[in-house]
């Protein structure tokens, strides 16, 4: 889940998060106060905090359920883990990944695979179950593509 977020991210919220709790601490500031109180969110959310968001909107989509998927095997396990249903690989029409492809963008390591059925069904994969790169491998034969999209956000219901 961790791999997800780059260096960078880490780092400059471990700064913020000890800048706020100096602030708080410290006595001689305290005209500061709301002025970082109002500032530090912001700098937050655009330093590295759409990264954090993306985090835990996958982790919060993806917390119940389970996959289980192989290259070598024709079908693969998806589904919330009281309710895992059994798939068979050549019932995928086609994949399609949403990622921001940018070389700067520091949240290109989240990926958003949607797998296209036969029967009209759509399963949504986010990177911190297995990334776009992985479905690649596991569903060799299988049109792919890749969407680009500025920060590819997961809904949070099924449909």
């Known amino acids: 889940m961790w791999q997800l977020l780059d260096f960078s991210t880490l780092i400059f919220s471990a700064m913020l998060i000890f800048l706020f709790i100096n602030t708080l601490l410290n006595t001689t500031h305290k005209p500061l106060q709301p002025f970082i109180f109002i500032f530090l969110p912001f ?66 390591n989240f990926t958003l695979t949607f797998l296209y059925l036969k029967d009209g069904e759509i399963i949504k994969i986010p990177s911190i179950l297995l990334d776009g790169e992985g479905f690649l491998y596991k569903l060799p034969g299988i049109e792919s593509k890749i969407k680009p999209t500025v920060i590819p956000f997961c809904k949070l219901t099924d449909n």
């Open 43 to 108: 700098v937050i959310l655009l330093s590295g905090g759409i990264n954090w968001i993306l985090l835990f909107n996958y982790y919060l989509y993806s917390k119940n359920k389970t996959l289980q998927i192989s290259r070598g095997n024709n079908i693969f396990l998806w589904g919330k883990k009281d309710h895992i249903k059994e798939y068979k690989k050549t019932a995928i029409q086609k994949t399609v990944i949403r990622q921001n492809k940018g070389r700067r963008c520091p949240w290109s």
